[in-house]
């Protein structure tokens, strides 16, 4: 079984540009989660989905993050215009449950650098 | 509101000593915790959780660790480092109804031979 996959591993982008990040949950759960760690920082919630729905969203930093998950199946992350303190590393995760028994699968994050 | 503090950015063992990773939370409900692994170029990978059966988890790749309420910890150990349990360690927290959950800042371990 395939496990969480993220595109691409690695985005340098500028200041001011657009990034999208991918990614693919394992086949068959219906949440799906992005979290950011910025350097040296603690891993953080970003948001939640559940199929195609934003179930929890409180973690997004602001209006330049826009995440998406059409047909509940991938999802996007989407970050217009990007800034300087966006750098860091995109984890996206998925459960079948979203209980707090839940096993959460980690895919193995998108690394961005923004200059 | 739930937190977890992990003590120590970085710990060094030497190949074949005891592995302490700590870990205390915070929480003002019961919680389940969570230690993962994180490999390089790899995801979190799950080691092992406590979601209040026995407090004494045992993990994969012989690491174990003990919920001590009275303490407010989750500890990770293992008797016996390796040279391949070089990795970074991150305990967390989840709410029973939650869906999110609080990292530590992280541990890196480098296991010297």
């Known amino acids: 079984e395939a496990g969480v996959t993220q595109f691409p591993s690695h985005s340098v982008i500028e200041k001011g540009q657009t990034v999208t990040l991918r990614c693919d949950p394992i086949s068959g759960h219906d949440n799906l989660y992005w979290y950011r760690r910025v350097m040296g920082k603690e891993i953080k919630f970003l948001l939640h989905f559940v199929k195609e729905s934003k179930q929890d969203e409180s973690g997004m930093p602001n209006n330049r993050f826009l995440a998406e998950r059409t047909g509940g199946t991938y999802s996007t992350l989407k970050v217009q215009p990007a800034e300087l303190e966006d750098s860091g590393v995109y984890f996206c995760a998925s459960s079948q449950v979203g209980a707090g028994t839940d096993t959460q699968y980690f895919g193995p994050g998108t690394r961005l650098t923004v200059l | 509101a739930q937190s977890v503090t992990q003590l120590g950015s970085h710990v060094s063992v030497s190949e074949g000593a005891l592995v302490l990773l700590r870990c205390n939370y915070s929480s003002s409900v019961p919680p389940y915790l969570f230690w993962y692994v994180q490999y390089p170029n790899q995801g979190l990978q799950l080691l092992l959780k406590y979601t209040s059966a026995a407090t004494l988890v045992k993990g994969i790749n012989g690491f174990e660790a003990e919920f001590k309420k009275s303490e407010t910890s989750f500890h990770l150990t293992k008797p016996s480092a390796h040279m391949s349990d070089a990795a970074e360690y991150f305990c967390?927290?989840?709410?029973?109804?939650?869906?999110?959950?609080?990292f530590g800042t992280g541990t890196s371990l480098t296991v010297i031979p």
């Open positions: 967390a927290v989840i709410s029973r109804a939650g869906n999110q959950f609080y």
